[in-house]
């Protein structure tokens, strides 16, 4: 297999790890449905260029915890099938960095969105 065959199956590999992650972890598809919202929402309230890379940024970081939570979990069911208290506390400290990264972007979206949408709300009433 040449180097251009093998990149063309990294990236079908990585599509394919997507659409698993999205067809099987609920989490992860809530947090892209957030994430559209706050791109829909940015857009409305005409963030700037500044605010709408934080705020994306803020979106692509749980995404991606969110993805490595799916991964970690996967890898324990397959390593350990019986219940295991080891990997009870991996599975419970992958979904505590999905936590906090959620709790991370609230607050972002707070901070950045929460004056210009009451800003954009007072103009239509």
Not at 76 to 83: A, N, Q
């Amino acid at each position: 297999m040449n180097d251009i065959n093998k990149f063309k199956l990294s990236f079908r590999n990585a599509f394919f790890g997507i659409k698993t992650a999205m067809r099987t972890q609920k989490n992860l598809r809530v947090h892209i449905f957030i994430g559209c919202l706050v791109v829909i929402i940015s857009i409305l309230v005409k963030v700037s260029l500044y605010e709408f890379l934080i705020l994306f940024l803020t979106i692509l970081i749980v995404l991606v915890t969110e993805m490595f939570n799916t991964a970690i979990e996967f890898t324990i069911d397959l390593v350990s099938p019986e219940f295991n208290p080891i990997a009870k506390k991996v599975k419970d400290i992958s979904a505590a960095a999905v936590l906090i990264a959620a709790i991370f972007a609230i607050w972002i979206g707070i901070v950045v969105l929460g004056p210009k949408v009451f800003g954009f709300a007072k103009k239509l009433i």
